[in-house]
């Protein structure tokens, strides 16, 4: 009976060895292996960091490389040699004249005759208390008169420290050009060349550029 007692207590124990032994309950199982994280590269454009008051937080803002553009100093240069003039009609044709010598623009108004003055002043007017004698332009260059209506006006200018009026047909804007953009009067105008300082072309329209001082007589 012992070694039948002794025989069943080894089956036993042999059969226990081949169990299996249970997890600990704070173990876990092993996860699988992930794949490594590729290289960090340069980003193709620069990334700043912005601020975010709303969100208390920093948000990455993709810098775009600037256009090239001409610096502020160059802009400034070009700005400051250009030249500005008052474009106007007479006789059908585009004028113009430095917008430095103009005080300002009227409409027309009576004139009071002056006994024996020349053909191509129509009289004067008074002007904040001062007498300011008007002329005729179409008249001083040689035209035939120019339209007189509702919309002629007086360009009243300042040439050699006295005021004097033009009476133009239309007054039609203010131009920018740079200096160099005039050119000489052309030989093939004969009539009022001598009244005239030369010609600029600005967006497809021929100007006539005023000497003022010839045309005013002073």
Do not use: W
Not at 154 to 159: A, K, L
């Amino acid at each position: 009976m012992d070694i039948l007692k002794a025989r069943k207590k080894a089956a036993e124990q042999k059969h226990n060895r081949k169990k299996v032994k249970p997890l600990r309950p704070d173990a876990t199982r092993p996860s699988k292996e992930e794949p490594p994280l590729p290289a960090a590269t340069e980003p193709a454009c620069s990334v700043t960091a912005l601020e975010d008051p709303a969100l208390g937080t920093h948000t990455p803002v993709i810098e775009e490389s600037a256009a090239k553009t001409p610096s502020g100093e160059e802009v400034t240069e070009q700005k400051a040699n250009e030249i500005e003039l008052l474009s106007f009609l007479l006789g059908g044709e585009a004028y113009a004249l430095p917008v430095k010598d103009v005080r300002e623009v009227l409409k027309m108004r009576t004139l009071t005759l002056v006994p024996n003055a020349p053909p191509y002043i129509l009289g004067v007017t008074s002007l904040r208390g001062m007498v300011l004698p008007v002329i005729d332009l179409c008249t001083r260059i040689g035209l035939l008169p120019g339209v007189r209506d509702e919309k002629s006006r007086i360009i009243v200018v300042n040439s050699e420290d006295e005021d004097v009026g033009l009476i133009v047909d239309r007054v039609t804007g203010v131009l920018k050009i740079m200096p160099d953009a005039t050119k000489p009067t052309p030989e093939n105008i004969g009539q009022g060349a001598a009244f005239l300082s030369g010609i600029v072309r600005k967006d497809d329209v021929l100007y006539i550029l005023l000497d003022l001082k010839k045309a005013t007589g002073t």
